[in-house]
């Protein structure tokens, strides 16, 4: 059972992103925790995450959007929903926020950006639907297999829900791509795993993913020992961190524990081979793996379906002026 209270938020909305694959995108939370409860999440470390079981819900997020798009010199060409959450969580509340604020950002000539393990509801898609070019996302999905899935993710969309929004999210015109973000070693990053991820994508349009490892932080490992009863698939997720390599992410001041860079390199490897035989494209996410790469993963800026990697048309992301500026 998730607790839920609405809250009044401190300070702005649109905050940048230390990050580098969010660079000069400004971003917005829609609430403070998550109900998806994944065992992996990185916000529990955070010194203001709530807690287990507990969702803050920002009150008045869109008109404050509104407000703060209105003044600024520039405006972005796109607006990021969530970094430290889930805008497609299934609490009410939240959804009603991420309604009303991503209608204000879409209103305002701005594109929507996101990533969720959640499922989209109609209303989003039809809000979607009138905003052509200007809507990109990626749906957050490491493995076909739900018994894992429940054990990892619990209180997100099951798998066959994820597969849905994909094509649900194509047939309104917005940019899809997957996210493979965290894969766990000897978990599932294995062939057949892999292979059926990315049969899956290519079955449904799906032309590019994003891919990373499970980066451990203190309040993760906890995490994960704490809610994963099996012990040998905690034993098998954790263990392999026991040679690992420490590093702060790419842009940003927190650090972690990554696998070893030997391990990290063949698994990666074995994805882009899966993933070139089936005629799709993979972006590893440099801020987790620094030592094997500068690129950035994307995040959902993914081109839109017209287009190639080497379109030289304006993305979604990029910067231009505002009106009357």
Request: net charge neutral.
């Amino acid at each position: 059972m998730v607790s839920v209270d609405l809250i009044e938020r401190r300070g702005a909305v649109l905050t940048p992103s230390a990050l580098a694959c969010l660079s000069g995108v400004p971003t917005v939370n829609i609430s403070s925790g998550c109900a998806h409860g994944c065992i992996y999440c990185y916000t529990r470390g955070y010194s203001q995450h709530p807690g287990e079981g507990t969702v803050r819900v920002y009150r008045d997020t869109a008109s404050r959007v509104a407000r703060e798009l209105a003044r600024k010199r520039r405006e972005p060409a796109s607006v990021y929903f969530c970094p430290s959450c889930d805008a497609f969580q299934p609490v009410e509340a939240v959804l009603d926020q991420s309604y009303a604020a991503m209608a204000a950002v879409l209103e305002a000539g701005v594109g929507v950006e996101f990533v969720t393990k959640g499922t989209v509801p109609e209303r989003f898609l039809n809000l979607f639907v009138c905003h052509p070019g200007h809507v990109a996302c990626q749906v957050g999905l490491t493995t076909l297999d739900e018994g894992l899935r429940r054990q990892l993710e619990p209180g997100a969309a099951t798998v066959d829900e994820r597969l849905q929004a994909i094509a649900r999210l194509k047939d309104v015109g917005a940019s899809v791509s997957v996210r493979a973000d965290p894969l766990i070693h000897g978990v599932t990053d294995g062939e057949a795993n892999l292979a059926a991820l990315v049969a899956a994508c290519r079955d449904r349009g799906v032309a590019d993913l994003a891919a990373s490892y499970l980066f451990l932080r203190p309040a993760v490992t906890a995490s994960i020992k704490r809610h994963v009863a099996d012990a040998a698939l905690a034993e098998r997720i954790l263990s392999p961190y026991s040679e690992g390599v420490r590093f702060r992410l790419r842009g940003g001041a927190s650090g972690g524990l990554a696998l070893p860079e030997v391990v990290r390199r063949e698994g990666f490897d074995r994805l882009k081979q899966l993933v070139a035989d089936a005629g799709l494209h993979v972006h590893l996410c440099g801020c987790k793996n620094p030592d094997l790469t500068a690129e950035h993963c994307h995040l959902t800026r993914a081109a839109a379906p017209q287009q190639t990697a080497s379109t030289t048309q304006r993305l979604l992301w990029d910067a231009r002026p505002a009106s009357g500026a």
